[in-house]
């Protein structure tokens, strides 16, 4: 039988062996652009368009392009892409994925796949994980990209609608992934087409591709509208109830699923506090909800950790960064829960208008790339989800770097004092030190130790990017020691300072181990960049949440076996690191199950919501009438309600509520009698009522005498009723997905039902449009100023 590991490792080989003879044609071409003038180096991007509209493909002119801009990089910036980085661009432009260690310039070697799929004037999108990235890069490699001739546009926030377009219509965009997100669902929201700010999503280039397309696709960009009307008490009175109960004998708390189950005790204590007969009966779908999430605000989220308190307010804390997320909120009540567990002023409820994954969202583009220094690990996700393969790059010079195997310690005690004896050291003798923690919270706990002992340091507080960065570039510098969360200041390099080579280059601690293995390559990777020295070091307890959550019981036992009971008893074991290991893949696993599940029922949304934008974009690009979509629609609406009340023998036909539908939606009062429908067949019905409908159109037309009024008319009608009916529907669609769970108690699958009953809501959404439409056109009355 074939080895698949062997495979694996012979397919890498084949990839970077036909990378390498794409390298080879790009330097090539070296002295041929260095003998060419400013000038005629920059000709060649008009040279490249005119081959590409004489029918050239881009794979054809790579070689010279690529060529183009590595030359131009060297006059521009003063740096010339190596071997390596040239490949890299290479996996880039095929729409893959560039696993690339950090210091080995990722941002240099984007430039080459950058520039060559800005050719087209079709966009490029160079996403980053936040706003200063994005203007730190695009200021920086746009001074490349102008000076071969293409436009460049940065899009922030705070820009004004105007801006942001000029922004997208650049040959090459810098932004960050929700802006992006956020501008895609604005756009679809929008009542004329010249207030769009986007053009077709074509190809994007992703740094720090698994931060953005892994870590951030468990939470979906949501726009939101009107605050749903909700009393707050409930949510306080589910928090003093779950704040009452006791652990292990009313409620269990499952760690590794973070998930919090009532027991029989706890529901019996839920119906006498509630003065209920059944906790689950059908009315009390609310309170029960309300119960979950203030069991899950209170025992399985932890201030200073998921989330901080300021100002008054409840304010989340990113997971995989430590960096405070502004302006983000818990959806489904979460927040809500957690605002009345912490006692802070509890705010209403929005209710979604637009929403959508980052899955769906970067799927949407032709072509999609990314680069990242940590992706393997999760290289089934991005094959199944995203259909990308992920090349490691290898790096330009061999690694210097030595990394210990862990050190695991009884208690968190311990483990600190552990890691100040450590910084002492290394302090002692000028090496830099960057300290990585999981949680601000650990952040706080060591700045206080390392005072204590008389240690100047930096703690990154994750709030200022721009500050941030500046820590983090001077983190190498001889004694300078930084505690920062495991990502903070991704995507900026650390230089090492004048003689701290010789002193073994950064040292990188680690307090404990993430849940992602990802993350802990990335800190690791601090260290010993483009050759440098380097040293890494993690420190684990038994009391840390990865330890506590799987195997630390195990673990314990064998530390008791060994008569390691003593407090500062320590294991230095590469068996601890793979027991580690083995956890942190499990948690992978569950959060990619989790991920995964979150796609799957947003992909039924997804469908829906592909055929509503198109048919909502239809009616906003229509350049001179509707009609084509109002009469059909009335028709449409026409033969629902016919078909429904002629069902049967002709005689048991309820003529008299098809007279009233007539009148009620489609001419004015009492021209429709039972009468005028007697004696004739269903397709009669249908054909009378609508030649009725079209005379009441044709009078609206005259009526206005301008065929601009009329569509401008028509189109304000349609839009606000599919506007108002798709978040009503956006809002049962949430409702269904909460409550279709309790189906798989019935043998059914959740999914499959979720799919069925979507579905059949969404067609019954389209029925409503088109009624509501139907009637709001034909019975308003139209004046000069065309007040619907």
């Known amino acids: 039988m074939a080895n698949p590991l062997r495979k694996i490792i012979e397919s890498d080989k084949g990839t970077l062996r036909r990378l390498g003879h794409i390298a080879d044609s790009v330097e090539a071409y070296a002295d041929q652009m260095a003998a060419l003038s400013d000038e005629e180096l920059q000709a060649k991007t008009p040279y490249f368009r005119a081959l590409i509209e004489q029918g050239k493909s881009l794979d054809d002119i790579l070689p010279e392009a690529f060529a183009v801009v590595r030359?131009?990089?060297?006059?521009?910036?003063?740096?010339?892409p190596f071997r390596v980085q040239i490949m890299g661009s290479t996996v880039l432009h095929g729409g893959n994925i560039a696993e690339m260690k950090t210091g080995e310039g990722k941002t240099l070697t984007a430039t080459m796949a950058v520039y060559l799929n800005a050719l087209p004037r079709l966009g490029v999108h160079v996403v980053t994980v936040n706003e200063y990235l994005s203007q730190r890069d695009g200021l920086e490699m746009g001074q490349l990209y102008e000076w071969l001739g293409l436009t460049v546009g940065i899009n922030l926030s705070d820009k004004s609608a105007e801006d942001k377009r000029a922004a997208y219509n650049a040959d090459i965009t810098y932004s960050t992934n929700s802006e992006i997100g956020f501008d895609y669902l604005r756009d679809n929201m929008v009542a004329r087409k010249e207030d769009r700010v986007q053009r077709p999503l074509n190809f994007a280039l992703v740094d720090e591709t698994d931060s953005i397309l892994i870590d951030e696709a468990r939470t979906p960009l949501i726009i939101s509208g009107a605050p749903a009307q909700e009393s707050t008490q409930l949510y306080i009175r589910a928090d003093r109830f779950v704040k009452s109960l006791t652990k292990d004998i009313d409620f269990t708390v499952d760690l590794e699923a973070k998930a919090v189950l009532l027991q029989d005790e706890g529901i019996a204590?839920?119906?006498?506090?509630?003065?209920?007969?059944?906790?689950?009966?059908?009315?009390?779908?609310a309170l029960t909800h309300h119960i979950d999430q203030a069991l899950r605000a209170n025992y399985t989220m932890e201030n200073n950790k998921d989330y901080v308190v300021r100002d008054g307010e409840v304010v989340l804390v990113d997971a995989f960064s430590g960096r405070i997320q502004e302006g983000?909120?818990?959806?489904?009540?979460?927040?809500?829960?957690?605002?009345?567990?912490?006692?802070?002023?509890?705010?209403?409820?929005?209710?979604?208008?637009?929403?959508?994954?980052?899955?769906?969202?970067?799927?949407r583009y032709r072509k999609l790339s990314g680069m990242t220094g940590t992706a393997k690990t999760e290289a089934e996700e991005f094959r199944e989800i995203y259909n990308m393969e992920i090349t490691t790059i290898p790096t330009n010079r061999p690694n210097a770097r030595i990394d210990e195997p862990d050190l695991l310690y009884p208690t968190l005690k311990a483990k600190f004092r552990a890691v100040v004896e450590l910084v002492q050291q290394l302090h002692a003798k000028g090496q830099p030190i960057l300290i990585g923690t999981v949680a601000v919270e650990t952040s706080e706990l060591l700045s206080q130790l390392l005072n204590r002992v008389g240690i100047p340091h930096n703690v990154l507080n994750a709030k200022n990017h721009a500050k941030e960065a500046e820590i983090v570039a001077n983190a190498g510098q001889r004694g300078a020691v930084t505690i920062a969360t495991n990502m903070a200041g991704r995507g900026t390099d650390i230089k090492l300072g004048p003689g701290v080579s010789d002193l073994g280059g950064l040292a990188v601690i680690g307090t404990e181990r993430h849940e992602s293995?990802?993350?802990?390559?990335?800190?690791?990777?601090?260290?010993?960049?483009?050759?440098?020295?380097?040293y890494s070091q993690f420190f684990l307890s038994l009391e840390d949440d990865l330890m506590v959550r799987f195997g630390g019981e195990k673990i314990k036992a064998m530390m008791d076996r060994l008569n390691l009971a003593d407090d500062d008893a320590v294991i230095r074991n590469r068996l601890i690191t793979r027991s580690v290991e083995s956890a942190q893949k499990r948690v992978e696993g569950n959060n990619y199950d989790s991920r995964k599940n979150v796609l799957q029922y947003d992909d039924v949304m997804s469908q829906q919501r592909?055929?509503?934008?198109?048919?909502?974009?239809?009616?906003?690009?229509?350049?001179?009438?509707?009609?084509?979509?109002?009469?059909?629609?009335?028709?449409?609406?026409?033969?629902?309600?016919?078909?429904?009340h002629t069902m049967g023998k002709a005689d048991e036909w309820d003529l008299q509520s098809i007279a009233d539908f007539a009148r009620a939606v489609l001419v004015p009062e009492n021209q429709?009698?039972?009468s005028d429908l007697q004696n004739k067949s269903v397709d009669e019905i249908k054909a009378f009522l609508f030649e009725l409908a079209q005379a009441v159109y044709a009078d609206k037309a005259e009526s206005l005498h301008d065929s601009d009024q009329l569509l401008q008319f028509t189109r304000v009608v349609i839009l606000r009723v599919v506007d108002a009916q798709w978040t009503d529907h956006m809002e049962a669609m949430n409702q269904l997905r909460d409550a279709i769970q309790l189906r798989g108690y019935g043998q059914l699958n959740p999914l499959i039902e979720y799919q069925n009953e979507g579905f059949r809501m969404f067609d019954e959404m389209i029925a409503g449009i088109e009624y509501e439409a139907t009637r709001l056109f034909m019975k308003s009355e139209i004046r000069q100023n065309l007040t619907v």
């Open 71 to 80: 030359e131009g990089a060297k006059r521009v910036l003063g740096l010339y």
């Open 269 to 285: 204590k839920a119906e006498q506090y509630f003065n209920l007969e059944n906790l689950y009966g059908s009315g009390n779908t």
């Open 328 to 363: 983000r909120r818990f959806s489904d009540g979460l927040h809500q829960a957690l605002e009345a567990k912490e006692q802070v002023q509890i705010q209403e409820d929005n209710r979604a208008m637009a929403s959508i994954t980052y899955q769906n969202l970067f799927r």
């Open 517 to 534: 293995r990802r993350i802990d390559n990335q800190l690791r990777g601090r260290a010993g960049r483009q050759g440098d020295r380097g």
């Open 610 to 644: 592909e055929v509503f934008y198109r048919n909502r974009n239809e009616v906003i690009d229509a350049g001179s009438s509707l009609e084509y979509v109002l009469l059909p629609m009335a028709r449409r609406t026409i033969n629902r309600v016919v078909d429904v």
């Open 672 to 674: 429709v009698q039972v």
